[in-house]
């Protein structure tokens, strides 16, 4: 006799290595997460996005979401309070969906 179920998604998780300081004091310079494959699923405000960097295609940026934009681009921003210690939508404009990579999963690999 059937009871209910559990329904199984299949999520892709990717280790993230943060390098520099943008995400201070989030997370530090060496820090290793693990991110879940962006398949869009709902994105909110706050959410900490993995993007490719729309001005340098080799480049991957980790940055938090601020702002969804009327245009349906995300304006993605740094959490170190100095406003040159991070790279962000400040200075390369908002992204497209199609630039997320992944989304933080919460928690370091490393549980520091």
């Given at each position: ?13 990717i ?6 300081d943008?995400?201070?004091p989030?997370y ?24 490719k ?6 480049v ?7 702002e ?15 406003p040159?210690?991070?790279?962000d939508s400040h ?18 690999i490393?549980?520091?």
């Open positions: 006799m059937l009871h209910g179920f559990v329904r199984v998604e299949s999520v892709t998780q280790r993230v290595l943060i390098h520099g943008s995400m201070w989030t530090v310079d060496g820090d290793e997460l693990l991110a879940e494959q962006y398949d869009s699923q709902p994105l909110e405000v706050s959410d900490i996005i993995v993007a960097h729309p001005l340098k295609p080799s991957t940026v980790v940055k938090r979401l601020r969804f934009l009327p245009d349906g681009r995300l304006f993605l921003e740094g959490d170190n309070p100095d040159t210690a991070s790279e200075s390369f404009g908002p992204v497209h969906l199609d630039q997320i990579i992944a989304t933080i999963a919460h928690s370091r490393d549980n520091r």
